[in-house]
């Protein structure tokens, strides 16, 4: 296959990070997607509606002149989040989502939540507005293996989740194992996975190929072969309840470089084309369209999108750099060469 037109995409999972960072990174996304769904782990976190309104005007602020974007808000749970607050979230009708960050879990997230049996009211008001909780799936037992701290989560949390909201929608983010794909194949309607193309792309062998790895260090972390496997079984059979969400996650490249590297792969720069490889590596191209476009809006209850990309066959090599602020990061795969590109 030369070229491939597809519904234009949306990322239902992604970092813009504020200001001037946003501003050299935001443009990747809207160059492809048309809507994302935009995190809300800023410094100080995205805890109310009118914090998720305000950095909403910020990133269309941001938005290089020319391209059309559609910031989609999510709000940050934590321990306090309110009733109201919620409802005051889905009054906006810009705030799609809430995002749960058990503390501790990840990049920003020492804000999230220490005991999910203090966001009942929330979680009661998600589920009676109809607004989805987009879960951060790992337990934060330091005692736990980083490698089982999904899996765990599923027996942990979400399955007592489910059953105590059985009516909440919940995207289980970023999965990253076959025991995530299964739990959500056998789920109810209301339960969906997003996945990244670096999950798609790598196992954990690429954290420390022929040295330590700091640019494929995400959480959560890269699994075992059969585990991204599994996930491309998932993302290229045609199954509605696994879509795309990049978490592309852009830091500067001396905060990865570091004694303390920050978590984080930033692939929006080719935020569908990493995804077309993968899909192209199991000659699935064919189920692309289905899992970037057609059902992430599905399951969020919103239109898909009417306008087409075009992909084309056509080898480059990804950049060692890019602009990033004031400084500059490494994207993810920097260096190698990528056989699909958007057609201008
Ligand atoms: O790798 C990650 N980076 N995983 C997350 O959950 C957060 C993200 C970030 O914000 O940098
Ligand atoms: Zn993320």
């Not at 296959?1 to 001037?20: E, G, V, Y």
């Not at 990049?107 to 951060?136: F, I, K, Y």
């Not at 995400?218 to 993302?235: D, F, G, V």
Request: charge should be neutral.
């Amino acid at each position: 296959m030369k070229s491939l037109t597809i519904t234009r995409p949306d990322d239902w999972h992604l970092h813009l990070r504020d200001d001037a960072f946003m501003a050299s990174v935001v443009g990747d996304t809207a160059k492809r997607f048309a809507r994302a769904m935009v995190m809300p782990n800023l410094k100080p976190p995205v805890i109310t509606a009118a914090l998720a309104l305000a950095y909403r005007e910020r990133i269309l602020a941001r938005l290089p002149s020319g391209l059309r974007f559609e910031p989609l808000m999510s709000l940050y749970l934590t321990d306090n989040t309110s009733a109201e607050q919620i409802a005051k979230a889905v009054q906006t009708g810009l705030i799609k989502a809430v995002k749960y960050y058990p503390a501790g879990a990840t990049t920003h997230s020492d804000a999230g939540v220490t005991d999910l049996s203090r966001c009942h009211r929330a979680l009661e008001a998600m589920q009676n507005l109809g607004l989805p909780l987009l879960v951060h799936g790992e337990v934060t037992d330091a005692n736990v293996d980083i490698f089982d701290r999904e899996r765990m989560f599923i027996d942990g949390q979400l399955k007592s989740l489910i059953s105590n909201f059985p009516e909440l929608k919940i995207v289980f983010e970023h999965i990253t194992t076959r025991e995530a794909v299964q739990f959500v194949s056998d789920a109810s309607p209301r339960i969906a996975a997003t996945i990244t193309a670096h999950h798609l792309l790598l196992n954990r062998n690429a954290l420390f190929s022929g040295g330590l790895r700091p640019h494929n260090y995400c959480l959560p972390i890269l699994k075992k072969e059969p585990h991204r496997l599994a996930l491309i079984h998932a993302a290229t059979h045609g199954n509605v309840k696994f879509f795309l969400g990049t978490d592309s996650a852009p830091h500067t490249r001396d905060t990865k470089q570091s004694d303390c590297g920050c978590a984080g792969c930033y692939t929006a720069y080719a935020g569908i084309e990493l995804y077309a490889e993968a899909f192209d590596a199991v000659n699935a191209l064919d189920k692309l369209e289905g899992f970037a476009s057609h059902f992430g809006p599905d399951f969020y209850g919103l239109p898909r999108n009417e306008d087409t990309i075009t992909l084309e066959s056509k080898a480059w090599t990804v950049p060692l750099e890019l602009p990033f602020g004031e400084d500059q990061l490494t994207p993810f795969l920097a260096g190698s060469s990528l056989r699909w590109r958007l057609k201008d």
